[in-house]
C-alpha cells in the first residue's frame, strides 16, 4: 500500500509537538528517580557494611582483663608482653600477680604523663636508648635461634675434660613417685605394688600417662636433701632400695615413694645424667661464639669514629656529672 506524503500543515504540527516537548526535563527527572534508587541502595549496603566491619572488629578484638583510665591489658597483651622461656612455669598466681603489677605500673605511668614527666628530655633519651638495646637484642636473638647439634663425641669429650663440675657434694637419691588424692586410693596402689608385685615404675608411668603428666612427675631421677619436702626425704633416706614406702600424707595428697639408687658423696653423675646440663653448655658457648663471629662482621662493614682519648683527657666526675657553670665574682 503505497504511502502519501505528508502536507506541511502535519509536517508543522509534528514538528510543533517535537519541540513542544522538553526532553532535558524528562531527561533530568529519569535520571534523578535512577540515582535516588541507586542512592538508597549504596547507603544501605554501606550501613550494612560498616555494621558488619564493626562487630567483626569486635568479634576479633581480644578480651579485656583489665582497663584503666585508656589503657588496657588483653588476652594478647598478655601473651606478647610475657617472655617465653617462663611462661611454661606460671601458674595462675603468677599470672594474677603479674596482672596487678601492669596496674601499678600503668596507674603511675598515668599519674606521671598527667604531671608532664612525658616530656621530659632526659626520660625520653633513656626510652630511646631503651629502645636500641631493645631492636638491637630482637635482632640477634633473631639471628641465632638456629638451634645446634652435638656430636655425641663432642659431649664425651666434655664430660671426660669436665668430669670435676659432676661430682656429687651430697649423698643422692634416685627416686620413683606417685601421687593419689586419698589415702584409700594410695593404699590400693600400695597394695598392688607390695604384694602383688607390680612394678613401681611402671606402676607410676601407667598413672602418669592417664593423668597427662611429665615424665619428671613421678620418674623423679636422682636428688639429695633440700631438693624434696623434707618429710618425704626423711621417709626414703636410708630406705632400702626398691622397697616402696607406705602412703605419706602431705598438703598434696598422698604420696608413694621408691628408692631405685643410691649414690655416694663424691661420686662422678653418669654421662646419661648430665647429658643434657652438657648439651646446654655447649650451646651457651656455641651461641657467645656465633655472636662474636657476627658482630665483628657488622664492625667490619660499619663506618664507625672513636675517641678515646677524650675519656682520658677528662675528669671522670666532668664525664659523669653535668658541671653547672660557675659565675665569676667581680
Not at 527527572?29 to 560498616?50: D, E, G, P
Not at 586419698?182 to 606402676?203: E, G
Not at 612427675?217 to 630406705?239: C, F, H, N, P
Request: hydrophobic share 35%; glycine share 4%.
Amino acid at each position: 500500500m503505497d504511502r502519501k506524503p505528508a502536507t506541511k500543515a502535519q509536517n508543522y504540527d509534528v514538528g510543533k509537538r517535537i519541540a513542544d516537548c522538553n526532553f532535558d526535563d524528562k531527561q533530568e527527572t529519569w535520571m534523578t528517580k535512577l540515582a535516588s534508587k541507586y542512592v538508597y541502595f549504596i547507603l544501605l549496603i554501606a550501613l550494612y557494611s560498616l555494621a558488619f566491619f564493626q562487630c567483626t572488629e569486635e568479634k576479633q578484638k581480644s578480651p579485656i582483663i583489665v582497663r584503666i583510665g585508656t589503657g588496657e591489658l588483653t588476652i594478647d597483651d598478655l601473651r606478647n608482653s610475657v617472655p617465653d622461656d617462663i611462661k611454661s612455669t606460671m601458674t595462675r598466681d603468677d599470672i594474677r600477680e603479674y596482672v596487678r603489677n601492669w596496674m601499678n605500673n600503668q596507674i603511675l605511668y598515668q599519674e606521671g604523663l598527667r604531671k608532664g614527666f612525658g616530656e621530659d628530655m632526659l626520660i625520653k633519651k633513656r626510652v630511646e636508648n631503651y629502645r636500641r638495646t631493645l631492636i638491637g637484642s630482637a635482632y640477634i636473638d633473631d639471628h641465632l635461634q638456629k638451634r645446634v647439634t652435638f656430636p655425641d663425641s663432642l659431649i664425651q669429650q666434655y664430660y671426660e675434660e669436665n668430669s670435676e663440675d659432676f661430682v656429687r657434694q651430697d649423698v643422692e637419691i634416685y627416686l620413683y613417685h606417685i601421687l593419689m588424692p586419698t589415702k584409700k586410693q594410695a593404699d590400693s596402689v600400695y597394695n598392688l605394688i607390695r604384694w602383688r608385685k607390680h612394678p613401681f615404675d611402671t606402676t607410676a608411668r601407667y598413672i602418669g600417662d592417664i593423668r597427662g603428666l611429665d615424665k619428671s612427675e613421678w620418674d623423679i631421677g636422682y636428688i639429695s636433701q633440700g631438693m624434696l619436702l623434707d618429710k618425704l626425704y626423711q621417709a626414703v633416706k636410708t630406705r632400702r632400695v626398691g622397697l616402696p614406702t607406705r602412703p605419706i600424707e602431705t598438703d598434696f595428697g598422698f604420696h608413694l615413694l621408691q628408692v631405685d639408687d643410691r649414690k655416694s658423696k663424691g661420686t662422678i653423675r653418669d654421662l646419661d645424667d648430665v647429658k643434657d646440663e652438657i648439651v646446654a653448655r655447649l650451646e651457651h658457648m656455641n651461641r657467645n661464639e656465633r655472636y662474636r663471629q657476627h658482630l665483628s662482621l657488622l664492625k667490619n662493614g660499619a663506618s664507625i669514629e672513636t675517641n678515646f682519648q677524650l675519656i682520658d683527657s677528662m675528669p671522670i666526675d666532668s664525664l659523669l656529672y653535668a658541671m653547672e657553670p660557675t659565675t665569676q665574682s667581680e
